[in-house]
Antibody, heavy 126, light 110 residues
């Protein structure tokens, strides 16, 4: 079955970095993009960005540019999200999601996330 | 503040129908497709609707989606207590070149 399995919980100090992995199975890894979404405690979902394992193309939310790197290893069907210079407000559950992104016609973008990882809790605390 | 606006909460009785709205602009909902997600407490989100009104396999037809102009709507009929969850709309914003989420709507089945 199609699934995404994420790495385990992390506890980091402010200023450190964290790298979350997301291993895909049950489908051809390069035929979908991988999105990253986070959820702070008691808050809503926040889009971080996506990467195409096929082309390496990425799209990142502006607030994360310069601090987040998303990569993939097609040999192991694994996506990675690296977040640097951690702050206390980066404490959140981080999700990866198999996604479909594209355009129909002149400007009608379609984008949806159909399979999600179980989430990785990242706690930033001194 | 979220780019897409959803009501913070809605409620209805079991068996009734409820609608959840998602309001945006021409740079997002107005020109792009909308998807909807259900998040039960303590779990990852689940795709309910994609491309405005399509249901993935396994999603019952009690869940429906529509879009008009710069707003989209999720409908849930025959409400069950198991539908109590947070619901999110998502679309692509062509001006931001980014995915955008609504702030989420908490559904209570009374």
């Amino acid at each position: 079955q199609v699934q995404l399995v994420q790495s385990g919980s992390e506890v980091k100090k402010p200023g450190a970095s964290v790298k979350v992995s997301c291993k895909a199975s049950g489908y051809t890894f390069t035929t979908y993009v991988i999105s990253w979404v986070r959820q702070a405690p008691g808050q809503g979902l926040e889009w971080m960005g996506w990467i195409s394992p096929y082309s390496g193309k990425t799209s990142l939310e502006q607030k994360f540019q310069g601090r987040v790197t998303v990569t993939t290893d097609t040999s192991t069907s694994t996506a990675y999200m690296n977040l640097r210079s951690l702050r206390s407000d980066d404490t959140a559950i981080y999700f990866c999601a198999r996604s479909t992104w594209g355009k129909k016609g002149w400007s009608d973008y379609y984008y949806h996330m159909d399979v999600w990882g179980q989430g990785t809790t990242v706690t930033v605390s001194s | 503040q979220s780019v897409l606006t959803q009501p913070p909460s809605v409620s209805a009785d079991p068996g009734q129908k409820v609608t959840i709205s998602c309001s945006g602009s021409s740079s997002n909902i107005g020109n792009n497709y909308v998807s909807w997600y259900q998040q039960l407490p303590g779990t990852a989100p689940k795709l309910l609707i994609f491309e405005n009104d399509k249901r993935p396999s396994g999603i019952p037809d009690r869940f429906s989606g529509s879009k008009s102009g710069t707003s989209a709507t999720l409908g849930i009929s025959g409400l069950q207590t198991g539908d109590e969850a947070e619901y999110y709309c998502v679309t692509w914003d062509g001006s931001l070149n980014a995915g955008v989420f609504g702030g989420g709507t908490k559904l209570t089945v009374l």
